[in-house]
C-alpha cells in the first residue's frame, strides 16, 4: 500500500532515507520528490533479491499476520488496519533478530520481571498485547 507524500503532512520529516528497487515505473522524477524533503534514495544492487529482507518481512508478517485474516472493505479501512498492525509490529511485537525485543524498544533497558500482566487488543482484537500492568 502506497501513501501520497503529501498526505504524511508532518511526518515526512520522520523519513530520512528510501530504500527501492530499480524498476523502471521508479523515474527520476519520483526520486526529485523525495529528495525535495531531504530523503536519501537508494537503489539495491542489480539482480539481487536479497537486499531487501526487511522490507519484505514486514510485508509477509502483515499478510499472514493482520490482512490476510479481515474482509477489507476500502482503502480506508485498509489504512487504518496496516497502520495499527505497523504500530504494533514496531512497539510490542517481538523480534527473533534482536533478543524478542520490539524494533523502539531500547536494548539498554531491562525490564523488572511483574507479577501481574495486563492484556490489550490491537488490530481489531485480532493480536493481544501484553504489558506489565501498573
Given amino acids: 500500500m502506497t501513501t501520497p507524500l503529501w498526505q ?5 520529516s520522520d523519513f530520512t532515507h528510501l530504500i527501492r528497487d530499480r ?10 520528490v523525495f529528495i525535495s524533503e531531504d530523503i536519501t534514495v537508494a537503489k539495491i ?8 529482507p526487511h522490507a519484505e518481512r514486514f510485508v509477509r508478517s502483515a499478510r499472514e499476520e493482520c490482512t490476510d485474516r479481515f ?17 504494533h509490529f514496531n512497539r510490542h511485537r517481538p523480534h527473533q533478530g534482536r533478543d524478542q525485543l520490539a524494533p523502539l524498544d531500547d536494548p539498554k533497558v531491562i525490564p523488572f520481571p511483574t507479577a501481574r500482566i495486563q ?15 501498573s
Fill in 8 to 12: 504524511l503532512g508532518n511526518r515526512v
Fill in 23 to 32: 524498476d523502471a515505473k521508479f523515474t527520476t522524477a519520483f526520486d526529485a
Fill in 45 to 52: 544492487p542489480p539482480r539481487s533479491p536479497h537486499c531487501n
Fill in 71 to 87: 474482509l477489507i472493505y476500502g482503502r480506508d479501512h485498509a489504512e487504518k488496519i496496516l497502520h495499527e498492525y505497523a504500530t
Fill in 119 to 133: 492484556r490489550r487488543q490491537a488490530v481489531a482484537s485480532l493480536i493481544n498485547e501484553y504489558r506489565p500492568a
